[in-house]
């Protein structure tokens, strides 16, 4: 970017500054740290200039938005033409009450539904289950049945939003459900729009609600990016999720790079089944996590974009700059959120929705302030979203395409955090890949030793948490804190009854058989999942076939 003489210039101006102005402020106004770093442990220097980012290529490291490496956005006019995807995640107690959720959010402008199941839906049990009691409609909705699906989607017709649903382990059901319903509505499968998660990965690695092993549940995962390649093309196949490796510790450096080696391995899978890169590349879609650390998290985003899109193209031989989009849904940081003082939470979240609109997100859902005490009230679920519309329409910062484009800093970072996920993908590389490496432990032992050095820099006062460790007041429990009625889990079990006194159960049990044997003989498993979820098959029923041919995970020990 510039020339030698230029570089020497500033080189000598810089350090002059250095010892002169600066080091008399710092002996006569000390900083208020030895040293600073971001959340990745990456070092924060006083100011950055051009010798900082001396070595960028403007067309090749950043190029226009629109264009590969899609650095600065995977679209030209970015939100100066439509907003982001307003998508508040929400799901509890019954199918009726997330119903009544949904409509009361989309009244209030939001513009996407994204769906929060309970802990059994997640792992494959029906709520009259053993493994359910006290569990049912707790975190989620719970889904037991097309019925539940009916009634979840009543009087919201599928042709108009689109829907992001959090699901994994049963992604499949949950996917042939949402199917059936929309052609009870009269809208044909080629017509949805929405996202599964589908990232069964990162439940080995942070979350947990996985039920077969890594090479079944991958299987699973290809039939369904197989599936709706023919039949759905404007629906997302998986959403592989960062969001809940940060929540598990991980720092902004390891949720990208264990993010993108969990989307390497599924476009590895892909591949091996036959499948085409520039196929179903244009439906992989991403969900991030937005933390405190407002312009790593800028950064981060901008370094995922770039990486994804070399990745796509040196690795796998893409040739269409879809299939090298990095499409992603944002959610700001549940972790960071306080039961102490939650009031201040409504300022973490602007913050970080804020870094999620400057990184260019494609929707984002913002946390409610009460969320570390219960599920959302009403009325903190508006402000949150409220959040979001004040961003959008007042801030001004959806007016031009990346605006921290160009600072020093910020393309410092992003060039840091690119050069530091590299150096992760050639250790994970060297254990065989992300499967091996899950198996073996080593993300699960990283995001470990992270989560405890975080928690250690707390309790030392070293990480400041407003409210927590220092300016601390006494205060009593908010009132008025939603709470699921206790009712919902006997009124499932009922349901269920009922349901299994009026369908034909010989055609359901017909039908879980060719489950069965769809497993055994490698045949594509979504028509047979499909056909029993409309005769009213159970999820759980559905999932105790593929157990029976499949088995379950039981997790390793770690490195």
């Known amino acids: ?66 264009e590969y490496p899609f650095t600065r956005g995977v679209q030209p006019n970015m ?25 009361y959010l989309l009244s209030e402008g939001q513009t996407g539904l994204s769906v929060a199941f309970d802990l059994p839906t997640q792992i494959g049990y029906d709520s009259d289950h053993q493994m359910s009691f006290g569990e049912v409609g707790k975190v989620g909705v719970a889904i037991d049945s ?96 960062g969001y809940h490796i940060r929540e598990a510790g991980a720092t902004a450096v390891q949720e990208v790079a264990f993010t993108l080696a969990d989307g390497i391995a599924y476009v590895e899978a892909a591949i091996e089944a036959g499948l085409e890169v520039d196929d179903f590349g244009k439906r992989l879609s991403f969900f991030f996590n937005s933390h405190n650390n407002f312009i790593e998290e800028i950064a981060k985003f901008r370094a995922a974009r770039r990486i994804w899109a070399r990745l796509m193209k040196e690795r796998f031989g893409s040739k269409d700059p879809k299939a090298m989009m990095l499409r992603f849904h944002t959610q700001t940081g549940g972790s960071t959120l306080t039961a102490q003082q939650p009031e201040n939470n409504i300022t973490r979240v602007t913050l970080q929705a804020m870094a999620a609109v400057l990184g260019g997100t494609q929707s984002l859902h913002t946390n409610s302030m009460d969320e570390a005490l219960a599920l959302p009230s009403e009325k903190a679920v508006r402000i949150a979203l409220r959040t979001q519309q004040v961003i959008a329409h007042e801030s001004g910062v959806a007016d031009t395409v990346d605006p921290f484009a160009g600072s020093y800093y910020v393309e410092y970072l992003t060039n840091k955090i690119e050069e530091d996920v590299n150096k992760y993908f050639d250790k994970i590389d060297s254990l065989g890949g992300m499967v091996k490496s899950i198996e073996r432990g080593f993300p699960q032992k990283e995001i470990q030793d992270s989560a405890y050095n975080y928690q250690k820099a707390i309790e030392k006062g070293e990480a400041i948490v407003v409210g927590v460790n220092k300016f601390i007041m006494e205060e009593k429990r908010p009132d008025e804190l939603l709470k699921v009625n206790p009712e919902v889990e006997k009124l499932q079990v009922d349901k269920i009854e009922k349901l299994k006194m009026r369908r034909n159960n010989q055609k359901v049990k017909e039908l879980l058989n060719e489950i069965e044997g769809a497993a055994r003989c490698n045949k594509n498993l979504m028509p047979p999942i499909l056909a029993a979820v409309k005769e009213y098959a159970t999820l759980g029923e559905i999932s105790d076939a593929l157990r029976n041919v499949f088995g379950e995970y039981r997790s390793s020990v770690l490195l």
């Open 1 to 66: 970017m510039f020339d030698d003489n230029a570089i020497n210039n500033l080189k000598e101006k810089i350090n002059l500054w250095k010892k002169d102005k600066y080091t008399k402020t710092i002996t006569k106004f000390p900083e208020r740290k030895k040293e600073f770093y971001t959340s990745s442990n990456i070092s924060v220097d006083v100011q950055y200039s051009p010798l900082d980012i001396q070595e960028i290529d403007y067309i090749e490291d950043l190029g226009n938005s629109g």
């Open 79 to 103: 939100f100066r033409g439509k907003l982001w995807t307003m998508r508040q995640y929400a799901g509890f107690g019954s199918a009726e009450e997330t119903n009544k959720r949904y409509k």
């Open 146 to 241: 097309l019925e539940d699906m009916e009634i979840l989607f009543d009087g919201i017709p599928l042709d108009k939003v689109s829907t992001s649903m959090t699901i994994n382990s049963t992604a499949a059901i949950l996917l042939a459900m949402y199917i059936a319903v929309a052609e009870k509505q009269g809208v044909s499968q080629d017509k949805l729009r929405g996202t599964i998660q589908n990232d069964i990965l990162k439940e080995y690695v942070a979350r947990g609600t996985y039920i077969f092993p890594p090479k079944e549940s991958m299987r699973i995962i290809t039939d369904i990016f197989e599936y709706c390649t023919k039949y759905l093309p404007e629906w997302n196949t998986i959403s592989i999720s």
